[in-house]
T-cell receptor, first 113, second 109 residues
Framework: EAEVAQSPRYKITEKSQAVAFWCDPI?????LYWYRQILGQGPELLVQ????????DSQLPKDRFSAERLKGVDSTLKIQPAELGDSAMYLC???????????FGPGTRLTVL | GQSLEQPSEVTAVEGAIVQINCTYQ??????LSWYQQHDGGAPTFLSY????GLEETGRFSSFLSRSDSYGYLLLQELQMKDSASYFC??????????FGTGTRLQVFP
């Protein structure tokens, strides 16, 4: 069964360091989403790609976060510099043709010390 | 803005039926989705209601009333493995999904 792949699964870093997360969506899924989920809350959309183009990045803190999907397949989310408040689960999801049914990867648990 | 309200926690025993409610306020409405997330796991799509009424998928059913801005997820014949968080979500501007804060369901033997 096709799955969304993410790496690393866990990342511990010190504040002010740079971190990067990688996501490989389900083959053929044109839409890719990056979410941040704080413990006890629902996922919050950071950025959405349609193929290689950004559709929505209104909630992405652009002074420190960046995301790219250069060839319209896999994607990287970067934080530089990391802050204590960035500690969260970072989830990647993809969808084929509609945003209501999204397939999520296992996530990257980020801890900033 | 968009807002979705869910109870924070629900408890039930194995074999019982439980209903998780979701009320929403959105500018423009395109339907209501439900996702399940086990502790430490990824959200998994459960159901979608684009129209009023009941959608049934095995032990799970989802209901929507657009006139009341209200929906619910109904879980029947509860099993221990149903212990998880359940999120309602609404599409916004057709290309973005807004999630509720989630309801943590605990099933006891």
């Amino acid at each position: 069964e096709a799955e969304v792949a993410q790496s690393p699964r866990y990342k511990i870093t010190e504040k002010s360091q740079a971190v990067a997360f990688w996501c490989d969506p389900i083959s053929g899924h044109a839409t890719l989403y990056w979410y941040r989920q704080i413990l006890g809350q629902g996922p919050e959309l950071l950025v959405q790609f349609q193929d290689e183009s950004v559709v929505d990045d209104s909630q992405l803190p652009k002074d420190r976060f960046s995301a790219e999907r250069l060839k319209g397949v896999d994607s990287t989310l970067k934080i530089q510099p990391a802050e204590l408040g960035d500690s969260a689960m970072y989830l990647c999801a993809s969808s084929l043709s509609t945003n209501v049914m999204q397939f999520f990867g296992p996530g990257t648990r980020l801890t900033v010390l | 803005g968009q807002s979705l309200e869910q109870p924070s926690e629900v408890t039930a025993v194995e074999g019982a039926i439980v209903q998780i409610n979701c009320t929403y306020q959105t500018s423009g409405f395109y339907g209501l989705s439900w996702y399940q997330q086990h502790d430490g796991g990824a959200p998994t799509f459960l159901s979608y209601n684009g129209l009023d009424g009941l959608e049934e998928t095995g032990r799970f059913s989802s209901f929507l009333s657009r006139s009341d801005s209200y929906g619910y997820l109904l879980l029947q014949e509860l099993q221990m493995k149903d212990s998880a968080s359940y999120f309602c979500a609404v599409p916004y501007n057709t290309d973005k999904l807004i999630f509720g804060t989630g309801t943590r369901l605990q099933v006891f033997p």
